[in-house]
Each structure stands twice: as structure tokens, then as C-alpha cells.
């Protein structure tokens, strides 16, 4: 009977803790503790990360994995990781989280207590990977963007996680990260697209469409789009140029003065594509303000109305009211209708009514 009831008991015991490695041996009538492993690995595969198991080291092999035999028994064991940041291959490692550790509210922490040792099991600790990012900036037609232009550059990986790319210099990027699916961890490669590159106030990019994968592109290729703008004025009347100079208002709402020269025209090049404004400033005209979006080499020619314009047109309708009543009655009736309603006057004489 007692050896029947130590038995049950085993059985009990390998049913809550899964399947035991190997079957209980019997020795002078009493049960024998049997090896028990438990499996440490990495995710990615680390050769050289530093466990520490109930106080004993434990260090990772070249795949990546360690592991701890002790006999059966019903203790609550401690594992702890000791390297939760390194650097290694031109790479960085970070700590994220746990699978396999028994308890959900320490999958997170560093250590974690209470690891039984009645069944074999795995433990894996995950690490999310930094790689070093170099971007060269260029414009559409290939020259080169200098990076003191850029104000910051923004992007968004595959897992919808934001982030920021410095225009000069190196910045680290996750370019992996641990998944956790089915209660297994899978590390995932990290690809980015560009949300913005600023340039004076507005974004040179098409928003999503470039993309790179850090891990296997260190130095991307972003490319901004800029374009020229051509500057003039007319007079509304004559046709001819007028303007000595144009406020152009930038997307950021800086202001920059464009001589506009004898000719009264000027080109401004290299100007990233947004919203625009241009004022010129024409002595004795005046001239309306245009607002644009500027998404290819394009010109602004806005039309200006000068003192000599309002003279001519002054002088004709002048000329017209005196001369108004020397014509007929059906005839004045038709002019007085047209100043009133012009686009009905044009209708009836399109289509042959009488006034």
C-alpha cells in the first residue's frame, strides 16, 4: 500500500508538470528522483549571453542556448538574465521580454522566480536588435540634398512603431523585434517607410513610397523633390512686365525678397514642393497676392493693375456714359440690362431674344 500511494503520487506530480525526461526508478522500495533539464535560449541566437540559475552562471553556446539539469524536485527556482544590453557584430541587443517563464506578469522583468523542476521545459528570452542607419539625401534629378537643409526625417516600420532618422550622421534603429505568437517567440526583420523629410516647413517626400530594411540597407537613399519657380508680373491691360520685386512667402511662412531685375522676372530654383505665396511690388500698380502649391517647375504671373489701366478704363466708360444718350431708347435699354445682368445679356444674344 505505501508503495502503491508513493506511486500515485509521482504520477500526480508529472501530470502537473508536464512530461517527465525519463520514468522513476525504484530502488529498496522507494522512489528515486529522476534528471530534469531545462532549456535557456535566445532569440535571435546569442552565443555568449549570461544567465545566472539559482545563483549558478549559465552562458549561452554558439547556437544561442543553454541548459540546466537538475534531479526532481517541487522547489521554486530563480533565473536571471545578466545581460539585458550588449553590443556585438555591428549590432545592439536589448532585452524585451520572456516566453516559456510560468508566470505572464514577469514575462517582462529581467528575472523570474518561481520555475518549477518537475518536467522539462524551454525558457526563451528575446532581444530586440539596433542597426546603425546612414541615409544619403538627393533630389529627383540625383544631385545631392545637403543635410543641414533638413529639418527631420520621420518613419514608420511594418509593426506601426514611429520613428526618427537623423539627416547626418549615424542613428541606430530597430531593425528586429521579438514576436510573440502561439506562446512562441520569433524574432522579425523591421522595414521603414518614410513618412516626411522636412524642408523649409514641408515634406520633400511621397509619403509611404520609399522604404528600406535597416538590416540589410545601412545606407538608404532618400529622395526629396524640389523644384523651380519662375517669377513675373503683367499689366492686366497692355500685357506688358511690370515688378521690381516678389515677397515670396515660404511653407514655414519665412519671407524672402526675389529682385525681379530689369527684365522683371526672376527664377528661384530648388524649392522644395508645398504651399507658396507670392507678392510683387510694382511701383504705381497694384498687384493681388497668389497662393499656390508648387509640385513641379512651374511660373507665377500675376496680373497687375496699373494707374494707366485705370485711366484707359475710367476714360472709356466715360466716354460711354456720355454717349449713352444720344442712342436710342431700345438701345439704352440693352446697355443699362447688360451693366446689370451680363451673363443673362450674353445668353439672350447667344440666342437671339429680344431685349
Known amino acids: 500500500m505505501v508503495r502503491l500511494t508513493r506511486v500515485l503520487g509521482v504520477i500526480a506530480a508529472v501530470a502537473l508538470g508536464g512530461v517527465?525526461?525519463?520514468?522513476?526508478?525504484?530502488?529498496?522500495?522507494?522512489v528515486q528522483p529522476w534528471p530534469i533539464t531545462i532549456t535557456i535560449r535566445t532569440v535571435p541566437s546569442l552565443p555568449g549571453i549570461r544567465f545566472v540559475f539559482d545563483g549558478t552562471p549559465v552562458v549561452t553556446g554558439p547556437r544561442g542556448s543553454a541548459s540546466v539539469t537538475e534531479q526532481h524536485n517541487f522547489s521554486a527556482h530563480i533565473l536571471t538574465l545578466a545581460d539585458t544590453k550588449l553590443s556585438a557584430a555591428g549590432r545592439r541587443?536589448?532585452?524585451?521580454?520572456w516566453a516559456g517563464q510560468r508566470d505572464p506578469d514577469q514575462a517582462f522583468r529581467p528575472t523570474v522566480q518561481g520555475l518549477p523542476m518537475r518536467a522539462d521545459y524551454t525558457v526563451t528570452a528575446s532581444f530586440a536588435v539596433m542597426c546603425p542607419v546612414s541615409p544619403r539625401l538627393a533630389q529627383q534629378d540625383g544631385a545631392v540634398l545637403a543635410a543641414n537643409r533638413v529639418a527631420q526625417i520621420n518613419l514608420r516600420n511594418n509593426l506601426g512603431q514611429p520613428a526618427m532618422l537623423s539627416p547626418s550622421g549615424t542613428t541606430w534603429l530597430p531593425c528586429a523585434w521579438p514576436v510573440y505568437r502561439s506562446s512562441l517567440l520569433s524574432s522579425t526583420d523591421l522595414q521603414y517607410s518614410v513618412q516626411n523629410m522636412l524642408v523649409s516647413g514641408s515634406n520633400t517626400v511621397h509619403v509611404g513610397v520609399e522604404r528600406f530594411t535597416p538590416s540589410r540597407t545601412p545606407n538608404p537613399r532618400l529622395t526629396g523633390?524640389?523644384?523651380?519657380?519662375t517669377i513675373t508680373a503683367h499689366d492686366a491691360l497692355f500685357g506688358s512686365a511690370v515688378g521690381s520685386y516678389a515677397l515670396l512667402?515660404?511653407?514655414?511662412g519665412t519671407v524672402r525678397r526675389v529682385p525681379l531685375g530689369s527684365r522683371h522676372v526672376a527664377t528661384v530654383s530648388n524649392l522644395p514642393q508645398g504651399n507658396y505665396q507670392v507678392q510683387i511690388?510694382?511701383?504705381?500698380?497694384?498687384?493681388?497676392a497668389q497662393t499656390f502649391r508648387l509640385s513641379k517647375d512651374q511660373t507665377a504671373n500675376l496680373a497687375a493693375v496699373t494707374r494707366g489701366d485705370i485711366a484707359v478704363v475710367g476714360g472709356a466708360l466715360l466716354a460711354g456714359l456720355v454717349g449713352i444718350p444720344l442712342l436710342s431708347r431700345t438701345r439704352r435699354r440693352r446697355i443699362f440690362a447688360f451693366l446689370r445682368h451680363p451673363a443673362r445679356s450674353r445668353r439672350r444674344a447667344a440666342t437671339g431674344e429680344a431685349g
Do not use: E, H, N, Q
Open 20 to 30: 517527465a525526461a525519463a520514468p522513476p526508478a525504484f530502488a529498496g522500495g522507494s
Open 93 to 97: 541587443y536589448t532585452f524585451v521580454r
Open 225 to 229: 523633390y524640389f523644384y523651380a519657380l
Open 249 to 252: 512667402t515660404m511653407p514655414d
Open 281 to 288: 511690388k510694382a511701383r504705381g500698380a497694384s498687384v493681388p
